[in-house]
């Protein structure tokens, strides 16, 4: 089992930047596939990025494609999510995911949720 913790949100106005951390717990962390979601209000959550055990592959929503850079540490037990030129429509509450066996764009496939980090970007 994993435990994680998102860190980074805030407030930013447009064209900033921002830079999440999800730090997970225990000793096995490079076992784990990582992905970021983020939910709006009165909208379901939705996927932002995702790495492999390895670090070998990503995957990123159309949306944050050239925006956003997902990286992992697995000597530090932490993933981020480098989020350059951000507009309003980003704004939401961002998730870090953990999954040992899938690497993917679904959320239904990730066992493992932190509580979230908000994000805000101003016009």
């Known amino acids: 089992q994993v435990q994680l913790v998102e860190s980074g949100g805030g407030w930013v106005q447009a064209g900033g930047s921002l830079r999440l951390s999800c730090a997970a717990s225990?000793?096995?962390?490079?076992?784990?596939?990582m992905g970021w979601f983020r939910q709006a209000p009165g909208k379901e959550r939705e996927f932002v990025a995702a790495?492999?055990?390895?670090?070998?592959?990503?995957i990123y929503a159309d949306s944050v494609k050239g925006r956003f850079t997902i990286s992992r540490d697995n000597a530090k037990n932490t993933v981020i999510l480098q989020m350059n030129s951000l507009k309003p429509e980003d704004t939401a509450v961002y998730y870090c995911?953990?999954?040992?066996?899938?690497?993917?764009?679904?959320?239904?496939?990730?066992?493992?949720w932190g509580q979230g980090t908000q994000v805000t970007v101003s016009s």
């Open positions: 790495i492999s055990w390895s670090a070998g592959s990503t």
């Open positions: 225990g000793r096995t962390f490079s076992a784990y596939a």
């Open positions: 995911a953990a999954d040992r066996l899938n690497f993917s764009s679904s959320k239904r496939v990730y066992a493992y």
